[in-house]
C-alpha cells in the first residue's frame, strides 16, 4: 500500500517533469530549426529572392498598372479646383517656354553650323534599354524592373525617365529582373552641379546625398553661395557614376546656419514614383 | 491547422504585393502604411491567447517582408515574432476581455 503510494507519486512527478521538459524541448528544437533555416535562406536568398520575384512580377505588373490608373483618377477628383488654378499657371508658363524654345532652336541651329566649322563630333546619344517597373521596395527607395542580365543589363547602369530626368542606378541584377537603387536612397551619393539662372550663368558643383523616403539633398555647397527656389540640379560627368547633362531636380529650400560651413539645400526630384510606369536603362554612355 | 496556414500564407502573399506594387501610388507624404505588421498585431491582439496561429502567421508575414526588401532574410522574422510574442504575453497574463476568451 505505501509503497504503491510512493511509487505512484514519484511516477506522477517523473511525468509532470517529462510532459515540462518534452515542451521545452520542443520549444527549443523549434527556435534552432527556425535560425538554421533563416541562415540557409541567407546563403542562397538570390536564389530564393529570384524564385519569389520572378513567381510575382507578372501579378505585379498588373497591380502596378491598375495602382497608377486609380491614384490618378482619385487624385483628379481631389485636386479638381487647385488643378485648375495650376493649369492657368501652366499655360502662362507654357507661352514664355514656348518663346524660350524658338530663340534656343536658332541657338541650335547656330551651333550645328559653328560645329561644323570646327569639325567637333556632336555628342553621341545614349544606348537605351526600356524597362517596366513592377513593385517598389518596403523598406528602402528602390525599385524592381522587368530587365535582368538576360537583357543585357549589368550592375551601376544609370536609370532614367522619358524626359531623361534621373530616377538612379542598378543595384542588383537578377535574371529577368533587376533591382534599382534611387537616388534618395541613403547609400546613394554622385556629383552635381546647381545652374544658377542670373545673369553670370555659373554652375555651383557639389554632391547629391539621398535622404530616404523620396527626400535628396544638395552637399558641400559654400554658405557664401546665392541658391534660390526653383534653380535646376544636373549631373556632371565626374566620378563617372552618371553621364553629365541629366535631371535631378528642382532647388525646393535652401538653410543656412552660423555653424554650418555648408548649406542645407533641399532638392524636389525631378521624377514622381508614382506617376512612373515606364523607364529607361542607359547601357552605354 | 495546416489549412490555417496556407490560408494564411497566400493571404500575406497576396498582402505583400498589394504593398509593393499598388499601395505605392496612395502613399501619404511618402509613407506606406505596413498591412502586414498591422495584420499580425491585430490577429495576435484578438486570438485566443492559448492558439498560435498569430505566432505562425508572424514568422510568415516576416518572410514574405524580408524576401520583398532588401535587408538580410530574418529580419522582418524576428521583429514580427518579438511583437507577437509580446502582445501575446501581455495579453495572457495581464488583459481579461470576457468575448475573447470564449472563442
Partial sequence: MFTNFHFGLIWGKIEHNMKFSSKKSKLLIGVLVLILVIFLLNIFQKNVRSFFYSVSAPIQKVLWGVGDRVADFFGAIIKINSLKNELDEEKLENQELLSQIVTLRELKKENKVLREALEIELQKEFKLAFAQIIGKDISQDSILIDKGSEDGISENMPVITQQKALVGKISEVYKNLSKVMLISDKKSSFDAKISVSDEEEKDIPGVVKGKGNFKIMFDLVPREEEVSRGEIVSTTALGGVFPKGLLVGQVKEAKKTDVEPFQEIEIESAFDIKNMETIFVITEF | ?103
Fill in chain 2, 1 to 103: 491547422m495546416l489549412k490555417k496556414i496556407l490560408f494564411s500564407i497566400i493571404l500575406f502573399y497576396f498582402f505583400v504585393l498589394l504593398q509593393t506594387s499598388f499601395l505605392v501610388h496612395f502613399s501619404i507624404w511618402g509613407i506606406i502604411p505596413n498591412f502586414i505588421l498591422i495584420l499580425v498585431i491585430f490577429w495576435n491582439f484578438f486570438e485566443n491567447s492559448k492558439k498560435f496561429l498569430g505566432l505562425h502567421n508572424a514568422l510568415i508575414g516576416g518572410f514574405f517582408l524580408d524576401i520583398f526588401s532588401n535587408r538580410i532574410i530574418g529580419f522582418y522574422i524576428l521583429i514580427l515574432l518579438a511583437i507577437a510574442v509580446f502582445i501575446k504575453l501581455v495579453i495572457k497574463k495581464h488583459v481579461r476581455i470576457p468575448f475573447i476568451e470564449k472563442n
